[in-house]
């Protein structure tokens, strides 16, 4: 019975009313045990139901404690109505989900299956609204879980509502922080009183009632349990209650009693179903009969209302009765369920394992082995943190020695391409002190060494990335040398370590005849390493070296992935643009998330270098939930700064926001190699904000370390030292400046370095470097910095009484300006402009500039001749979503048809 949760009912109807109109959306319903979780939810199913017209098809699912280690089994149960349909979703898709659920053989890539599922909601939502219901979401299994969230994220567009129940204190937690959320607490006054009188048949006397509330909290499953256990005089308060309440040592206290009053086969046969992870009574029944439980026993335990079946189904009561009766078995008893239910789970390979793992007290080959096959089939799922788990259980059941290091080294690496870091770290620490195999000590040492960097100290994970290329050695010369291009990329950002290694002189030089791959890594390994000692002419070289190797074969490897860095490094950006353009689309059509993730960040920067800001926002925006969607929520800091500095660019008011929002992922969680970049990106956005303050503006820009964001906000420190009187600090920084355009012959920066001597210059020979400066921006895409010099070096001519000559400038900086968005410097251009002697006329800008970020990339995209589908499946989206922003392209841009937006300029 419901009652009490008015509030809490209506918040479901507006969500399901609010689905059916076509804008889908997640709830998360949390409680303690007992609150009525589960009841909300089935009020939702009755809610939902309606009428034929708009009824939703309801699927459902629930965590099973005994099966979170078994990957994506709970998302196997809910999308079972729908598998007809999986034939119908796009062939990557359709091969990863069929995959997840073991329906077919084969590699499945994790991200896919997300995408799969939410492309199955979105499919299934186009007949009618679909509600999803997932109760004990705290029990999910973690693939599951993943999946369900990734959704959950994604449903705005579609009419799909996704309700999940979670219990709390469970140390097993159900962690979705951004999901909207209802809390139940206990019921007080006349809804208390209500679910007494309907448990207890009568009305309960008000004193009683709220004897009975301040002892239990007003948990609904307790009162209703108290109900029963009292007698009617005692709730009509003719008898006093007892001193000690039945329930007193709490609900699964209470079940536990009513479990020892049962016979010994009945115990059995509960303890069974506690233990069991099917559900299927001819699952139950089978064990039970080995452990010589008949139908006595059954009927005993559903009089005692423990247990219900119905049909094949078995259903525990509450289910804090499987936690209350397996925690009260001896080891002795459940080893003995466990055996049991495994012999009867002959044809279900994985289930069996885990029975058999769990019946075993000591090393077991036969078991081992039996979890090693479920982890290889829950890795080719893409269920790494259900291998992780099956090869750490494995590794405890394994003698001491090489197998046990090796399949601990497995359940670390699972673990981490899980998004587990803290597992994964702690899985790699027992490996490495049994590791004794050179190449196993150096694939761990490079496994922590990705952790640290990505997750905690970029120098520890630096460190450890050195000591892996060390002990690698000549054993595995291909992995030598992709760690110490790795450890030198890292030197570039700053990583240092303890011991004075060189990764370069770890690695022989290739031979002539090499494969092109390999001398390209060289190539890279060179470069990086001349970078770090701020040797950019050799590291311009190198680099240069490296991309002709591999200009004309594109693969998602390291080499192609430092390439993008390489470029980032020398200020290259065109070529920087070609090669993440080109990481992007191969990972886009591989539906890799993870490439994806990485390639839009990293070509942010060159977005936000050359004045593509429309472009850069919308490939942040991306960024964001599909850094969430990795696990690693520090990944999340990098695309949220570099929209918190595009918004500073353009001075719109959100930036404040987005900073303070960068900072505080920033403070909770670790962010690695990027760490620096995002530190960085928000002092200059700082910078930018306290613009009208310059000593407050300088104190900010004075504090970026890492050198390209340094680069980057050059026109802004120089011209913010000046305006303070730092000329000395002005100078340093030219020179450093100078030192890099000098080796790299970067025109970018060519141009910037004749902008600050000109800032720094008197009389005529500010004109002249003036004029170098646009000379160099000819050659460079970069049309902030070509702003800056036509603004600055028009205020310098009319300031010099050279009003008309300042005009061309200043009109070339406006046009600019206003192309950008950067409304800020627009204002100011203009200002000087109307100081000259002309009108300014601002620009009516194109209204593409209006399209938001997320219908900027699907326009894109779409210009592509890619269809709805396709585009979903490379923005990680559902096709309903991509319709819903191709909409508001044509709304806002004035048009009608796919023709008309091929041929509408969006390239702000």
């Avoid at 709830?27 to 939902?48: C, E, I, N, Q, Y």
């Avoid at 000690?244 to 009513?258: A, H």
């Avoid at 500010?766 to 970069?782: M, N, Q």
């Avoid at 008309?804 to 070339?812: G, K």
């Amino acid at each position: 019975m419901l009652v009490g949760r008015d509030a809490e009912r209506a918040e479901i109807a507006a969500l399901l009313d609010a689905a059916r109109a076509g804008t889908g959306g997640a709830l998360l319903v949390r409680g303690v045990a007992g609150s009525g979780k589960s009841a909300l939810l089935a009020d939702a199913v009755v809610a939902a139901a309606g009428s034929a017209q708009s009824g939703f098809r309801v699927l459902r699912t629930s965590g099973v404690e005994s099966e979170s280690p078994l990957a994506f089994a709970a998302l196997q149960r809910l999308l079972w109505p729908l598998r007809g349909k999986i034939g119908a979703l796009p062939v990557p898709q359709r091969a990863a989900l069929r995959a997840a659920l073991g329906e077919a053989e084969g590699d499945g890539d994790r991200f896919l299956t997300f995408l799969g599922t939410l492309s199955l909601f979105a499919d299934a939502a186009e007949e009618a609204p679909v509600l999803a219901v997932v109760d004990d979401a705290h029990w999910l299994d973690d693939a599951s879980a993943a999946a369900l969230l990734f959704c959950a994220r994604r449903l705005q567009a579609e009419r799909v509502v996704l309700l999940f129940a979670a219990r709390d204190g469970e140390a097993h937690a159900f962690d979705a922080p951004d999901l909207p959320g209802l809390v139940l607490t206990g019921v007080t006054g006349e809804a208390a009183a209500a679910l007494l009188a309907a448990r207890a048949g009568r009305a309960v006397d008000p004193a009683v009632r709220d004897q009975l509330v301040a002892a239990t909290a007003g948990n609904p499953l307790a009162l209703g349990e108290l109900a029963d256990a009292l007698t009617g005089d005692q709730l009509v308060g003719r008898l006093p209650l007892p001193a000690q309440l039945p329930l007193t040592g709490g609900v699964e206290r209470g079940f536990l009693d009513r479990y020892r009053r049962l016979g010994g086969p009945a115990q059995r046969l509960l303890l069974l179903a506690a233990a069991d992870d099917t559900g299927r009574l001819t699952v139950v029944r089978d064990a039970a009969d080995r452990l010589e439980a008949g139908d006595d026993a059954l009927d005993e335990v559903e009089r005692a209302g423990l247990l219900r079946a119905d049909g094949d189904a078995v259903t525990l009561f509450h289910p804090l009765v499987r936690s209350a009766v397996y925690q009260a078995a001896s080891s002795t008893q459940r080893r003995a369920v466990h055996r049991a239910l495994a012999d009867a789970l002959a044809t279900d390979p994985d289930r069996r394992a885990w029975h058999l793992a769990a019946a075993a007290d000591r090393p077991d080959e036969q078991v081992v082995a039996a979890l090693d096959d479920v982890a290889a089939r829950a890795s080719g799922r893409g269920g790494h943190e259900a291998a992780g788990a099956a090869w750490a259980r494995a590794a405890e059941l394994t003698a001491a020695g090489p197998a046990r290091a090796r399949r601990l080294y497995l359940a670390a690496a699972s673990a981490w391409q899980g998004a587990h870091p803290s597992r994964a770290a702690a899985l790699a620490a027992a490996a490495a002190a049994e590791a004794t195999e050179p190449l196993l000590r150096a694939q761990l040492l490079a496994l922590q060494g990705q952790i640290a960097w990505n997750t905690g100290s970029l120098n520890d994970g630096y460190d450890l990335v050195v000591q892996a290329a060390q002990a690698a050695g000549d054993i595995d010369p291909a992995l030598t040398q992709q760690l110490a291009v790795i450890a030198a990329a890292l030197a570039v950002y700053g990583a240092r370590s303890p011991h004075a290694v060189d990764p370069a002189e770890l690695v022989a030089a290739p031979a002539p005849d090499a494969p092109p791959r390999v001398r390209a890594a060289a190539a890279l390994l060179r470069g990086f390493t001349a970078a770090a000692r701020r040797d950019w002419a050799s590291a311009a070289d190198s680099f240069r070296d490296a991309f002709a190797l591999t200009d004309t074969d594109v693969r998602d490897d390291h080499v192609q992935r430092n390439l993008v860095i390489a470029a980032l490094v020398i200020g290259d950006d065109e070529r920087g643009l070609r090669l993440q353009e080109q990481l992007l689309t191969a990972a886009r059509r591989a539906g890799a998330l993870a490439t994806v993730e990485y390639a839009l960040t990293r070509g942010v920067q060159i977005l936000i270098a050359v004045g593509a800001w429309a472009h850069a926002a919308g490939a942040a925006t991306e960024a964001v939930p599909l850094a969430a969607s990795t696990g690693h929520p520090g990944m999340v800091a990098l695309p949220t700064a570099q929209l918190a500095l595009l918004a500073a660019r353009r001075g719109d008011d959100d930036a404040e926001r987005l900073i303070d929002e960068a900072a505080g992922i920033r403070a909770g969680h670790a962010g690695g190699v990027t760490d620096v970049v995002v530190v960085d990106l928000l002092h200059w956005a700082r910078g930018l904000r306290a613009a009208r303050q310059p000593a407050t503006a300088l104190h900010y820009l004075t504090q970026i370390t890492e050198s390209g964001v340094s680069r980057l906000a050059a026109i802004d420190r120089l011209e913010t030292a000046v305006q303070v009187g730092r000329d000395d600090l002005a100078r340093a920084w030219l020179a450093e400046l100078a030192e890099f355009a000098s080796g790299t012959g970067a025109p970018a920066e060519v141009a910037v370095v004749e902008h600050g001597r000109a800032l720094l210059a008197d009389g005529p020979a500010t004109g002249e470097h003036f004029r170098r400066a646009l000379a160099a921006h000819v050659d460079s895409p970069r049309r902030p910095d070509r702003a800056r010099t036509e603004l600055a070096y028009g205020q310098y001519l009319r300031r010099a009484r050279r009003r008309v000559d300042a005009r061309e400038h200043l009109r070339a900086a406006l046009a600019l300006f206003e192309e950008l968005g950067a409304t800020t410097w627009a204002d100011r251009a203009a200002a000087e402009l109307r100081a000259s002697g002309e009108t300014a006329r601002r620009r009516d800008v194109s209204t593409a500039t209006d399209l938001t970020p997320q219908e900027r990339q699907v326009a894109t995209l779409v210009r592509q001749g890619l269809s709805n589908r396709d585009v979903a499946a490379q923005l990680f989206i559902s096709p309903r979503t991509v319709d819903f922003h191709l909409r508001g392209c044509f709304a806002k841009l004035g048009i009608t048809s796919r023709v008309e937006l091929a041929a509408h300029p969006i390239d702000t």
